[in-house]
């Protein structure tokens, strides 16, 4: 398994963590003791915008922390050279997560025009973001596999 392969199951794995424990805490500290919240924008935007840079800072760690791992587990450093097939690929995955993200969103302003509650929304989005980003990993091991 080559190192890119690998840095995207990191990602893969990290992005779950993060999604996951950040769900729970939003839960429980908050939407369990007050359902009300789940009709209110402020919650929501407060929770997207502190959603993200604890992503940010999480995934930047774990890479960090995996950089290290790797190396003294290998003795491999980290290929520093980007060829025409890296970037290929990466476009190919960028390409997938944004239709997979743009079809999510466009689910959420259905939700909206249907007349369903905000928080379907909210929920929607949220989702559509973190199965984009799952998407564009699985893509990368998948050409990294097949060498496309």
């Given amino acids: ?5 690998k840095q ?3 990602s893969i794995i990290g992005s779950v963590l993060v999604i996951g424990f ?3 805490y939003v839960y429980r500290n908050y ?8 009709n209110d924008f402020q919650f929501w935007g407060k929770s997207f915008l502190y959603l993200i840079p604890v ?5 930047i760690v774990i890479q960090i922390l995996f ?4 190396r003294i587990i290998t003795r491999e450093d980290i290929p520093d050279i980007t060829d025409e097939r890296d970037k290929l690929i990466e ?3 960028i390409r997938i997560s944004h239709w997979i993200f743009i079809l999510g969103f466009m689910l959420a302003m259905g939700s909206l025009a249907m007349g369903m509650k905000p928080y379907v929304m909210f929920l929607t989005l949220i989702s559509s973001g973190f199965l984009a980003s799952l998407a564009s990993e699985i893509a990368k091991i998948i050409y990294y596999r097949r060498g496309a």
């Fill in 91 to 93: 476009l190919k995955s």
């Fill in 22 to 24: 950040y769900s729970l």
């Fill in 55 to 59: 992503a940010i800072v999480v995934q």
């Fill in 31 to 38: 939407i369990q003791a007050d359902m009300e919240l789940l």
């Fill in 8 to 10: 995207s199951i990191v």
């Fill in 1 to 5: 398994m080559g190192h890119h392969e």
């Fill in 67 to 70: 950089a290290i791992a790797n």
